[in-house]
């Protein structure tokens, strides 16, 4: 059975930091891309960071400030978030992609995080 599981989330105030980790089971971790997505309230989800594993890609809004890792001998990937903003409040959502069929991919279930004073 696949599961992605979040953790790490929390409130933080502006500036602060907060670390994600996402612990996967059920499939084959090294190959999948696995990512960070969010989503705002009224917004649309959209994908925050990814890594391949030999690379990593950012959104515009995160460079600089976050930074995606992953574990491959643990199954977990992890978001180290600094400099954090108001506006990087969200539900942040692992994901899991297979690398050659880009169809194939599992959610986690979301974990919250707000920056807030």
């Known amino acids: 059975q696949v599961q992605l599981v979040e953790s790490g989330g929390g409130s933080v105030q502006p500036g602060g930091s907060l670390g994600l980790s996402c612990t996967t089971s059920?499939?084959?971790?090294?190959?999948?891309?696995m990512s960070w997505y969010r989503q705002a309230p009224g917004k649309e989800r959209e994908l925050v960071a990814a890594?391949?594993?030999?690379?990593?890609n950012y959104a515009d809004s995160v460079k600089g400030r976050f930074t995606i890792s992953r574990d491959n001998a643990k199954n977990t990937m992890y978001l180290e978030m600094n400099s954090l903003k108001p506006n990087d409040t969200a539900v942040y959502y692992c994901?899991?992609?297979?690398?050659?069929?880009?169809?194939?991919?599992?959610w986690g279930q979301g974990i919250q995080v707000t920056v807030s004073l």
């Open positions: 994901n899991a992609k297979w690398r050659w069929n880009p169809r194939l991919y599992y």
């Open positions: 059920g499939f084959i971790f090294s190959s999948y891309v």
């Open positions: 890594s391949t594993g030999d690379t990593s």
